[in-house]
């Protein structure tokens, strides 16, 4: 019994994480990230032309998320964030090749009761089709940017992406991509294989 419960909650977890966020990091290997125990805005006001509720939104997700990671706001801090919020439509195809429900292209062709041919009746395949699915859908992205505040240098770049259907910004799935890309900083030292 107990490992029917471990397993079905090993398979709960991973399906949980299957529709997470996706994340990419890069960042500056010559940086000493312990260092690092405040932060300030690169822009502490809205950016020109952005939705300055998103804006507000974004930036205390952020802030709640380097806070919960030990992080406090400072003038001017060890380092500086900033961020930008992007979607793009994407269409991904899946084609999963021709399916023949039947025989095909038996026929009477050139050559008796062959495979089909040039001549008679059958040759090209009977009734098979190909099986394509076309999935569009919106692709959300916030990318963050951490600099050195001392030499004004990026030092670490996160990217979450989110896939949606709908319109609407999914607010929770917004924080989430936020924490899950955040939970990347500071990166972990390399820890070399023998």
């Known amino acids: 019994m107990r490992a029917l419960r471990f397993t079905l909650a090993a398979s709960l977890l991973l399906s949980a994480c299957a529709y997470g966020p996706t994340v990419r990091t890069d960042f500056d290997s010559a940086?000493?990230?312990?260092?690092?125990?405040?932060?300030?805005?690169?822009?502490?006001?809205?950016?020109?032309?952005?939705?300055?509720?998103?804006?507000?939104?974004v930036q205390g997700s952020i802030d709640r998320a380097l806070a919960a990671r030990g992080y406090t706001p400072g003038h001017p801090g060890d380092f500086a964030v900033s961020f930008t919020v992007g979607e793009r439509d994407r269409v991904r195809v899946y084609d999963y090749g021709p399916y023949y429900p039947g025989w095909g292209g038996l026929g009477w062709g050139r050559h008796w009761g062959g495979w089909g041919g040039w001549g008679g009746w059958g040759g090209w395949g009977g009734w098979g089709y190909s099986d394509i699915d076309v999935d569009q859908y919106l692709e959300r992205s916030v990318v963050i940017d951490i600099y050195d505040n001392a030499t004004k240098r990026?030092?670490?770049?996160?990217?979450?992406?989110?896939?949606?259907?709908?319109?609407?910004?999914?607010y929770t799935k917004l924080d989430e991509a936020v924490v899950a890309a955040l939970a990347q900083f500071p990166p972990q030292p390399q820890v070399a294989s023998r």
Do not use: D, K
């Open 154 to 170: 990026p030092v670490w770049h996160g990217v979450a992406s989110n896939n949606e259907y709908s319109n609407g910004v999914n």
């Open 31 to 57: 940086v000493n990230f312990q260092n690092y125990r405040t932060y300030s805005w690169i822009e502490p006001s809205v950016p020109q032309g952005m939705n300055p509720l998103m804006f507000a939104r």
